[in-house]
């Protein structure tokens, strides 16, 4: 390999340190975002599919919404981008599946959702609307 070679990889290799640095020192508060939503009974309709019916799904804490495929999975998160009125994170869960999304607060009870990844080895891509529409009440709204 010739010295020009090695030392564009490693600068290459540098820059990417650098950029990806915050990324990984946002801890789980680290998307203010989120802060802006309340908790409660939130409908989420798939924009992309007008026949598909309207998801009704209790989120006692926002980051839920981060990863609506896998949201009764533990998963580990790396926080993207993260700013005053939207986010990104991307998402690993042990139990296999992974997903990015991006979140974007209209309102306290509004957001639009970009979310796409792997479940059940299969790949997954929707855009919602996220509405909070009340208090959550009984059990309702836990599966997809």
Request: aromatic share 4%.
């Amino acid at each position: 390999m010739s010295k020009d070679i090695l030392r564009g990889a490693l600068i290459a290799c540098g820059v990417m340190t650098v950029l990806a640095a915050p990324a990984f020192t946002q801890g789980k508060g680290g998307l203010a975002a989120l802060s802006r939503l309340e908790p409660g009974l939130w409908q989420l309709r798939d924009l992309d599919n007008r026949q598909a019916r309207v998801q009704s799904i209790c989120v006692p804490d926002p980051a839920l919404l981060m990863q609506v495929q896998h949201r009764n999975a533990p998963c580990s998160r790396v926080v993207i981008k993260s700013g005053p009125s939207d986010a990104t994170v991307h998402y690993t869960c042990p139990a296999g599946g992974f997903g990015r999304t991006s979140l974007r607060v209209e309102t306290a009870r509004l957001a639009q959702i970009d979310t796409q990844g792997i479940s059940n080895n299969a790949p997954f891509a929707y855009r919602f609307e996220a509405r909070r529409t009340g208090a959550c009440s009984g059990a309702r709204g836990a599966g997809r």
